[in-house]
């Protein structure tokens, strides 16, 4: 059985919590002298195991044009080293962007988030891609908010856009035109 090191646990969490501000969701469990976390933010996913070492599992498919698009698995034995992969994913990625998508939806702003939901190689045009869009209230409950096709030379559909959210097509459309 690996060892459980509390100090390297206790750091880590402590990192986190300083970055608040950049987390969408943080939800931390511990199970067999292991230590779970996962994070939802801007642009990934990370889930978080420590016990001796800290293994991190990042999905970063929301930004497509990232070096990190697909999961990628990384291995620390310091907190230092998961604050240097955390920086460059998150902080840096935060700070750079200029303009996100906001949404109203019951009276308040929340951030949409976009994932690459599919991607259709078998098209006689080309390749499709399928984006979710969705946010988090308050409670950390996920909505869905739309769906929208990229269809090849950056031809984007809004194929449905569900009740309740205060979104034009157009506002959708022009994102996705100006960012992807």
Not at 31 to 51: G, L, P, R, V
Not at 139 to 144: D, M, N, V
Request: proline share 1%; aromatic share 16%; glycine share 2%.
């Amino acid at each position: 059985m690996e060892n459980f090191d509390i100090k390297l646990t206790k750091n880590t969490i402590r990192f986190l919590t300083s970055k608040l501000n950049y987390l969408s969701k943080m939800t931390v469990e511990n199970f067999n002298e292991k230590c779970f976390i996962y994070i939802i933010t801007k642009k990934s996913i990370f889930n978080i195991s420590i016990s001796n070492e800290i293994t991190v599992e990042v999905d970063n498919n929301q930004d497509r044009f990232n070096s990190y698009f697909y999961n990628q698995t990384y291995k620390y034995k310091s907190v230092e080293d998961f604050k240097s992969l955390f920086n460059k994913l998150v902080v840096r990625a935060t700070n750079n962007d200029k303009e996100e998508l906001n949404i109203r939806y019951k009276g308040k702003d929340y951030p949409l988030y976009i994932e690459l939901a599919d991607i259709d190689n078998n098209r006689s045009m080309g390749t499709e891609k399928n984006y979710d869009l969705h946010i988090y209230d308050s409670k950390g409950k996920e909505h869905f908010v739309a769906q929208v096709s990229e269809y090849p030379l950056g031809v984007f559909n809004l194929v449905h856009i569900f009740d309740g959210f205060d979104i034009t097509e157009q506002k959708i459309i022009n994102y996705f035109e100006d960012k992807y």
